[in-house]
């Protein structure tokens, strides 16, 4: 069964705090990926990676960078929080190559910035 | 304008019922859509998968339809359970680069 965990479920920052945002698969999925969601808006992708130390913008990716050090982790990285940055973020990895193949999400974080 | 549309936005039904969610798209060149469930509080997880050529698939008593020449999809959900609310999200992949297009979502809710 896969299993994507995520370090938060809930998380209350200051303005202008660096956030961290774990993400860890246990299937060996090569993909993995970062998105926000946001009511009326839908899913939209932040950054993914295809392989260990290799990262791709995503259709949002000002504000944020992201980490991939191991196979099974990808962290995103707020720099500089802000409140517009108030949302839901979900990672999901996936095995296909591209973006295509069926991605499995983790629980998502709640990120609330003050 | 999303290239995925979704209609409803949210739906109330009773237990037992019968409902059908719509997915309109724009993604071009087509390569797949996706219904996948959300769950209040958890990440989506997959339903159905359709490509090109497949216009019917059925997962429990979740059934997609998919119409490649209108570019629409529908979810159809039998006799309904309280434990089907959930938002329902249409995900379309592009042949180019795979690109996948989210979108906004179906908010259900099954009343006793």
């Known amino acids: 069964d896969v299993k994507v965990t995520q370090s938060s479920r809930y998380l209350v920052k200051r303005t202008g705090e660096k956030v961290f945002l774990e993400c860890v698969q246990d299937m060996d999925h090569e993909n993995m990926f970062w998105y926000r969601q946001d009511p009326g808006l839908g899913l939209r992708l932040i950054y993914f990676s295809y392989d260990v130390k290799m990262k791709e913008k995503g259709d949002i990716p000002e504000g944020y960078s992201v980490s991939r050090e191991k196979k099974e982790r990808f962290s995103l990285i707020l720099e500089s929080a802000s409140t517009n940055q108030t949302s839901m973020y979900l990672c999901a990895s996936s095995s296909t190559g591209a973006r295509g193949g069926t991605q499995y999400f983790g629980p998502g974080t709640r990120l609330t910035v003050l | 304008k999303n290239q995925v549309e979704q209609s409803p936005q949210s739906l109330i039904i009773l237990e037992g019922k019968n409902c059908t969610l719509q997915?309109?798209?724009?993604?071009?060149?087509?390569?797949?859509l996706r219904w996948y469930k959300q769950d209040t509080g958890r990440g989506p997880v997959s339903l159905t998968i359709?490509?090109?050529?497949?216009n019917t698939k059925s997962n429990g008593r979740y059934t997609a339809t998919l119409d490649a020449d209108t570019k629409q999809s529908s979810l159809h959900i039998t006799a309904s359970q309280l434990s089907d609310s959930a938002s329902y999200i249409c995900?379309?992949?592009?042949?180019?680069?795979?690109?996948?297009?989210f979108g906004a979502g179906t908010r259900l809710t099954v009343k006793p």
């Open positions: 995900v379309v992949s592009a042949e180019v680069n795979n690109d996948m297009r």
């Open positions: 359709m490509t090109f050529s497949e």
């Open positions: 997915c309109n798209y724009t993604v071009s060149p087509f390569s797949n």
